[in-house]
T-cell receptor
Framework: EAAVTQSPRSKVAVTGGKVTLSCHQT?????MYWYRQDTGHGLRLIHY???????EKGDIPDGYKASRPSQENFSLILELASLSQTAVYFC????????????FGKGTRLTVV | AQSVDQPDAHVTLYEGASLELRCSYS??????LFWYVQYPGQSLQFLLK??????VVKGTKGFEAEFRKSNSSFNLKKSPAHWSDSAKYFC?????????????FGEGTKLTVSS
């Protein structure tokens, strides 16, 4: 069974503080993604990576940085957290080939106060 | 433009009825389409996908979906529905941008099946 593990599972951060969300996959997948889900809405892509040491901007990258130090690990960094970044964040991974299933982590609920 | 539309934010039906969740897409090339399900408090799980071939694809949990190129739709179906099918369902399109594939999600349809 493919596994994507996120930490922490929930976090309360103060406005202006730095937040790091971590993701680890044991699937040997090339691609990793960070999505954001706001209450009642779909998922929006923040950053993604198709190889270690390289990241790409998704649809809503402003206010976020990403880091992929190895194939297994992918972090999302909020340098200056803002109230508008309160959301649930999902990490995911997939193989390189098109049309393959994307596997999601359990999500991190981030509340910025 | 690459986009997915799920026009029904909420669908409610009784157990035993047939369910059909609507999804339409916009994509200039041959689409790769997916359905994912999210149970309350949980992450997204893959249900099924259409890549090519037969217009009707079968997935897990008794679901199937029909791809219709004529009206750019990929509706999810199941009969009969069970109370355990209550969840949020997301249709997704695999778009291609800058040499990389990425999933584009619709807003989702929250399905409530009453027993």
């Amino acid at each position: 069974e493919a596994a994507v593990t996120q930490s922490p599972r929930s976090k309360v951060a103060v406005t202006g503080g730095k937040v790091t969300l971590s993701c680890h996959q044991t699937n040997n997948h090339d691609y990793m993604y960070w999505y954001r889900q706001d209450t009642g809405h779909g998922l929006r892509l923040i950053h993604y990576s198709y190889v270690a040491d390289s990241t790409e901007k998704g649809d809503i990258p402003d206010g976020y940085k990403a880091s992929r130090p190895s194939q297994e690990n992918f972090s999302l960094i909020l340098e200056l957290a803002s109230l508008s970044q309160t959301a649930v964040y999902f990490c995911a991974s997939s193989y390189r080939e098109r049309g393959t299933e994307v596997f999601f982590g359990k999500g991190t609920r981030l509340t910025v106060v | 433009a690459q986009s997915v539309d799920q026009p029904d934010a909420h669908v409610t039906l009784y157990e035993g009825a047939s369910l059909e969740l609507r999804c339409s897409y916009s994509y200039s090339a041959a689409p790769y389409l997916f359905w994912y399900v999210q149970y309350p408090g949980q992450s997204l799980q893959f249900l099924l996908k259409y890549i090519t071939g037969d217009a009707v694809v079968k997935g897990t949990k008794g679901f199937e979906a029909e791809f219709r190129k004529s009206n750019s739709s990929f509706n999810l179906k199941k009969s009969p529905a069970h109370w355990s099918d209550s969840a949020k369902y997301f249709c997704a399109l695999e778009g291609y941008q800058g040499g990389s594939a990425k999933l584009i999600f619709g807003e989702g349809t929250k399905l409530t099946v009453s027993s």
